[in-house]
């Protein structure tokens, strides 16, 4: 059974930061390309970051400069660093993980308001 499960979300400050974790598990993890996406209240979901299994990173225009993907392999687990966030970064959250088949979290809620 595949399961991806994200931590870390919460309440910030603009300006803040937080640091989001998805841990996976039934799947090869270094096999996987590994994403977070977002959606907003009344918005479709975005990619937010991706990184592959070959050691590429791709990022929205949004969030470039700000936000960093990164994965432990040896953890099974990918993590999104978020630095400077704005209120627009407001969203709930999700991992993803695609190679053959692609899989999502449960989603975790980021809200950036003071």
């Known amino acids: 059974q595949v399961q991806l499960v994200e931590s870390g979300g919460g309440l910030v400050q603009p300006g803040g930061s937080l640091r989001l974790s998805c841990a996976a598990s039934g799947i090869i993890f270094s096999r996987y390309a590994m994403g977070w996406y977002r959606q907003a209240q009344g918005k479709q979901r975005e990619l937010v970051a991706v990184?592959?299994?070959?050691?590429?990173?791709n990022y929205a225009d949004s969030v470039k400069g700000r936000f960093t993907i990164s994965r432990d392999n040896a953890k099974n687990t990918v993590y999104l660093q978020m630095n400077s966030l704005k209120p627009e970064d407001t969203a709930v959250y999700y991992c993803?993980?695609?190679?053959?088949?692609?899989?999502w979290g449960q989603g975790t809620q980021v809200t950036v308001s003071s």
């Open positions: 990184f592959t299994s070959g050691g590429s990173t």
């Open positions: 993803n993980a695609q190679f053959a088949r692609n899989f």
